[in-house]
Nanobody, 126 residues
Framework: QVQLVESGGGSVQSGGTLTLSCAGAGSTDGYGRGRVAWFRRHPDKSREGVAAMRPRGDNQIYALSVKDRFTISGDRVKNVLYLQMNNLIPEDTGRYYC?????????????????WGPGTEVTVSS
């Protein structure tokens, strides 16, 4: 059973910075074995893949809306995935979810991930 738990959300002003963490606990399919990603759900309920990478940290891909502002990274020893978010804008407001899967190549499609955390809220005010 894979369990992912996000933390680090909060409220910041435009231009601010937040770092989200995702702790993964599980057996053979936990973080470190397959691709990992961050997704978000906006207040209007629209959903978006934000960033993803291969388990060893390479082949990072980003949504155009966050490219050059967000960075995905991970600590395989600690089994923690991170999302560093810089220069936040109000459009970044939403609930952020981490996701993991046993397959390798990164993807920003929700259907490509089997394991999800409950999410953490991010609010960016202007």
């Amino acid at each position: 059973q894979v369990q992912l738990v996000e933390s680090g959300g909060g409220s910041v002003q435009s231009g601010g910075t937040l770092t989200l963490s995702c702790a993964g606990a599980g057996s053979t399919d936990g973080y470190g074995r397959g691709r990992v990603a961050w997704f978000r759900r906006h207040p209007d309920k629209s959903r978006e893949g934000v960033a993803a990478m291969r388990p060893r940290g390479d082949n990072q891909i980003y949504a155009l809306s966050v490219k050059d502002r967000f960075t995905i990274s991970g600590d395989r020893v600690k089994n923690v995935l991170y999302l560093q978010m810089n220069n936040l804008i109000p459009e970044d407001t939403g609930r952020y979810y981490c996701a993991a899967d046993s397959r390798e190549w990164p993807s920003l499609l929700e259907s490509d991930y089997d394991y999800w955390g409950p999410g953490t809220e991010v609010t960016v005010s202007s």
